[in-house]
């Protein structure tokens, strides 16, 4: 392996931290994406086909993993989480998954520190691995299209990589910031209501 080679570190880099992020979240995932898409769309050491196409299967992996682990052992995540739930609440939410599980999962991934809990009871209500994956891989595709785009904008408006790259970086961090105080503001809303 050429270490000289920004591809070479490029594209694990965009591989393992999407990946790495999407099951434990200490790195901004959307912010890895969006800066490697800016350097796809500022020089030629990266392919953006190729950043996005990376992007999807880290964060997809990711997610199958988030999902799988609590579903393998299902019943005690169940346990664990019907503990400080109310009866009504968990049966809610097993029936908001029964008729919109995918719109829930694939809405899950696109809203900022939404992915895990709902992946999580996902896989304590035993919703089916047949409608998670698709699902999930459609959530993700749309997550990594988005955050490339962010980068994409950013190169284009800046020849430099590196400004590029900060752009990007600010501007996931900025649009990330703005869905949580949106999120946040809808949920004092209908505390309200």
Not at 44 to 61: C, M, N
Not at 99 to 108: A, E, F, S
Not at 131 to 138: D, G, M
Request: glycine share 8%; proline share 6%; aromatic share 8%.
């Amino acid at each position: 392996m050429n270490w000289t080679d920004p591809a070479a570190i490029g594209y694990p880099a965009v591989f393992g931290g999407v990946l790495l992020g999407s099951i434990i979240p200490i790195v901004p995932t959307g912010a890895v994406v969006g800066a490697a898409a800016a350097v796809a769309t500022t020089t030629d050491h990266l392919s953006l086909p190729l950043v996005i196409l990376l992007s999807v299967l880290g964060a997809y992996l990711g997610d199958v993993v988030t999902f799988g682990i609590p579903r393998l052992g299902s019943e005690a995540a169940f346990r664990w989480i019907s503990r400080r739930q109310p009866a009504e609440r968990l049966e809610r939410a097993r029936d908001q998954f029964t008729r919109r599980g995918w719109q829930l999962v694939v809405i899950g991934r696109l809203v900022p520190a939404g992915r895990i809990p709902v992946l999580l009871a996902a896989a304590a209500l035993s919703y089916p691995w047949r409608r998670l994956l698709p699902a999930a891989l459609v959530a993700c595709v749309l997550w990594a299209t988005a955050y490339a785009l962010l980068g994409i904008l950013s190169g284009g408006i800046f020849d430099s990589p590196l400004i590029a790259t900060l752009l990007a970086t600010v501007l996931v961090l900025l649009v990330t910031v703005a869905l949580n105080l949106i999120a946040r503001w809808r949920r004092k809303t209908k505390e309200r209501v």
